[in-house]
């Protein structure tokens, strides 16, 4: 820990209950928090991330079957007050909202399992974070587009804040990174089959969501995307940045 300045932001989730089917194709014996990227579990990837910048307060929700993934956390994660969720949830949408409940009262940045990104990209995205207004709902953006159904977002270069989210197009797409005020938005009376679907009614309702654009964020969901995140690796400057 010598020489890592505290984040301004002390608790974390990661939301990593997907079943990630296609990325397991070739080895169904593993869950998808446990693929190897670089040679290191996603999970591995994402704690990491959090460990660097200070957070040590961290909420993790996994589905029933990634028992492998319950037992690394177990065994690599004990340097933090682990808050772990074992649950299998019909949609990313109540995934989200398990981890963020329990992280209520306080701002909280949460991650999915399967972005992978430079530490250092991360750690700016949490310290930029924390300069938005108190109430605001933040997202991590990339201009990077690589993914079979992404989720576009226009931003207001004005003021960072984000104006539509969904449709078919946008000045950005998201990168599985949120950032919660300490006082939550209202939920919405009735729920949603969906994350995005949730994002999009904040936007539409007026919440102030805004939104940080990191220069490259990798979306793991196809055997593709891990090929393409450890080739970045190898150009890296970093070496094991990502």
Known sequence: MTGISPSPIFQGGIIAAGEGHRLRAQDSRISKPMVRV?????IDHA???FRTVGIRRLTVIINDHSDDCRQWLLCNARDFDLDLIVRTTPSSYA???FVARRLAGAPAVITTVDGVMATADFRDFVTAAAAFPKNAVVLGLTDCVDDEKPLWATLDPA???IVQVGGDNGSHVTAGLYVLPAQRPAEPATSFDRL???LRWLVVDGYPVHGIVLP???DIDRRHDVEAAER???RSSLGNGI
């Open 95 to 97: 995934s989200f909202q």
């Open 232 to 234: 970045a690796e190898g």
């Open 159 to 161: 003021n960072g804040r």
């Open 38 to 42: 670089n040679g290191r579990p996603l």
């Open 196 to 198: 995005r679907d949730y």
């Open 216 to 218: 490259r964020v990798f």
């Open 47 to 49: 704690v990491e991330r």
